[in-house]
């Protein structure tokens, strides 16, 4: 078709301009791509630090704890017999059981005194359960029935600590009545996870027991699961607690990381947003490009008017090379998307350069961020690229096809 | 039945609120094989009628038939189909799309009108861009022509699809006397040859001479209608 092959070549005239509003596209796009990596990215490491270090897949907790789990109550604990943690653990796709005892306490070096969250493990499940030990930078984990805590280097460097330092939990029992229990620092940590870091105090769990007078009691069980699987051990779970006549709830850890995943529902905003300021910048582009060719091309629209040509033909001429102009711009932005995206992805991309500690804002990374892979942006971006410029050019285009043919032809 | 009928032709351009008549009633037949020239002092409104007659406007009082047909009052989309298979037009400057060949420039206007096979519109283009005597430019891009070159390939590009009526709107004014005796002689020879009817305007008496009918328009008013030879 002659009118496809003339956009075609029009798209060779007005080189510098074609080229910049190409660019333009090319470069909103990379940002959306860019954006949308960093994004991905950081939502992956979030839920990824908080399942490794936090909450683990699943969590095995009483409804009424569940409820009230952020003031740390030492009521409705779990008092199990061994024989069902094991067949906890013995559960198709069930990787590690861990129980925890979570309360509230301040540390105490002897001058200052900071609230931190006790948390009472056996570090030997805590293992199967979280990558935490493998973040010991100095020291070593405690064994049950020690007078030894692990805590974070930031935690430690806040009060002034280092190994071998004693300190001194001060809480309030179950009866609440006060108590202390007074530890000798036996390992720091620097996980991933900002919030471990910061604000806890890892003690054994049966001291831990014994100083709230819990008897055997924990708040939770941490279970973890192979990724993704977390919603069907759940239910299976659940039917097996149901069978046992045991009111106990299972809970992805989706439902402790409910702030997260609302800044990752912001974070799709964000990114609605910025693929809006992308649409608008290409639309604008084209626009601008069809208008300026429109007025430049005036006398040579009049001239394809004489030649008998009907309004929508033209308007494809138009349509052909701004859709044009979008392909290309729609490739170049994938192509340096592509770029930016591997760049990130494998090399990542620290704050703390620019100064900035993210955990501040509520986000768990600590390291870098590193970018991750949606290819389906890659296409969507494109397919929408070709949409927008053949949509956006229509109106201008018509708006030149129509021009009056004897105005069009002595235009001057 | 005549090529071409005009009946009380009137044009009528608004200008604010100021009426400015271009055409007063221009009673005008033209057959088929004509080769006829439109003058006037500027302004008397020889364009107007040429777009009138080219269907590139409509009059706003009187009648225009082509070929028996009333082309006056038809719809925007039926006047470009009339234009698209009966009448080509050779403007002043030329009007040739610059990213396209002398050779694509013509092949252009048959694309709209002829669908049949590659080769035969090959033929036909090359044949049309050689009796204008532009064999061996065929890929010159309108840049690396002269303007008579220039000026051929748009009467080329009028005539490849065989129109009745050949529509120029003083085709030699941007050319220097050499190469406006040349187009014209290109346009009689056409009209020679394949019978296709030629109005065209001009200032230019050198280029006059070479008309059968000279058509002196004054005021928007045909003052005088003379034939020769």
Redesign the interface.
């Known amino acids: 078709m002659?009118s496809f092959?003339?956009g075609l070549?029009?798209l060779?005239?007005q080189k510098r301009r074609n080229v910049i509003t190409i660019m333009v596209i090319a470069f909103a796009f990379f940002g959306y791509l860019f954006m949308d990596s960093v994004m991905g990215g950081m939502e992956e490491m979030s839920f990824s630090n908080i399942k490794n270090y936090d909450t683990g897949n699943i969590q095995v907790a009483y409804p009424e704890y569940w409820e009230d789990r952020e003031k740390l109550p030492l009521e409705n604990l779990i008092y199990l017999n061994q024989d069902i943690v094991d067949s906890i653990k013995n559960m198709d796709g069930i990787l590690g059981v861990s129980p925890e005892l979570r309360f509230k306490a301040n540390l105490n070096n002897g001058i200052d005194e900071t609230v931190v969250l006790g948390l009472g493990i056996s570090p030997e499940q805590y293992n199967e359960v979280f990558a935490t030990q493998n973040y010991i930078i100095e020291g070593s984990m405690f064994s049950p029935g020690e007078s030894k805590a692990v805590i974070g280097v930031k935690l430690a460097e806040l009060m002034d600590l280092k190994i071998n330092d004693y300190i001194t939990l001060l809480v309030r029992t179950k009866e609440d009545t006060f108590n202390t229990i007074d530890v000798e620092i036996t390992g720091l940590l620097n996980t991933p996870n900002p919030m471990i870091n910061n604000g806890v105090v890892f003690v054994p769990l049966d001291i831990a027991q014994q100083a709230l007078n819990v008897d055997n009691g924990f708040s939770l069980l941490a279970l973890k699961t192979a990724s993704g699987d977390e919603d069907k051990i759940g239910k299976v779970l659940m039917d097996s607690f149901k069978d046992k006549d045991l009111e106990l709830q299972a809970y992805s850890w989706r439902e402790s990381a409910e702030s997260i995943i609302a800044l990752s529902t912001a974070k799709k905003g964000g990114i609605g947003t910025i693929l809006s300021v992308v649409l608008l910048i290409g639309m604008i582009g084209i626009i601008n490009n069809v208008i300026l060719s429109a007025l430049e091309r005036t006398?040579?629209i009049?001239?394809m008017?004489?030649?008998?040509?009907?309004?929508w033909e033209i308007v494809f001429v138009f349509m052909v090379e701004a859709t044009g102009i979008g392909i290309l711009g729609g490739l170049a932005g994938c192509l340096i998307g592509f770029a930016g995206v591997g760049l990130m992805a494998k090399y990542g991309f620290g704050f703390n350069v620019m100064g900035i500690d993210i955990s501040e804002y509520g986000i768990p990374i600590l390291d870098k961020i590193y970018g991750t892979w949606n290819y389906p942006a890659f296409s969507f971006l494109f397919i929408l690229s070709v949409t927008v410029a053949l949509l956006s050019s229509i109106v201008p285009a018509y708006w030149a096809a129509h021009k009056d043919?004897?105005k069009a032809?002595?235009h001057r | 039945m005549s090529l071409l009928e005009l009946k009380g032709v009137k044009k009528i351009y608004q200008q604010g609120k100021i009426e400015v008549p271009a055409l007063r009633g221009v009673d005008l037949i033209v057959e088929q094989g004509e080769f006829s020239t439109i003058f006037g002092p500027s302004g008397s409104g020889e364009t107007t009628l040429l777009n009138m007659i080219g269907c590139l406007d409509t009059p706003t009082e009187g009648e225009i038939r082509l070929n028996g047909n009333k082309v006056s009052d038809l719809s925007r989309k039926a006047l470009a189909m009339t234009r698209r298979f009966n009448i080509g037009f050779v403007f002043q400057s030329y009007n040739l799309i610059p990213v396209l060949t002398a050779y694509e420039n013509v092949e252009f206007a048959i694309r709209l009108i002829d669908h049949t096979s590659e080769l035969k519109i090959k033929e036909r283009v090359l044949q049309i861009l050689e009796e204008v005597g532009l064999k061996g430019l065929e890929n010159r891009r309108p840049n690396e022509l002269s303007g008579g070159e220039s000026q051929r390939v748009a009467i080329a590009r009028a005539l490849v699809k065989e129109p009745k009526l050949v529509l120029a709107d003083e085709p030699t004014a941007n050319l220097d006397s050499k190469n406006a005796t040349d187009v014209v002689k290109i346009m009689v020879k056409m009209n020679k040859e394949l019978g296709t009817t030629f109005i065209f305007s001009t200032h230019d008496p050198m280029v006059m001479e070479y008309a059968h009918r000279y058509i002196n328009l004054k005021d928007g008013m045909i003052s005088a209608d003379e034939r020769r030879g």
């Open positions: 002659f092959k003339l070549k029009n060779t005239r006398g040579e009049g001239m008017k004489a030649l008998g040509m009907r309004e043919p004897v032809i002595y």
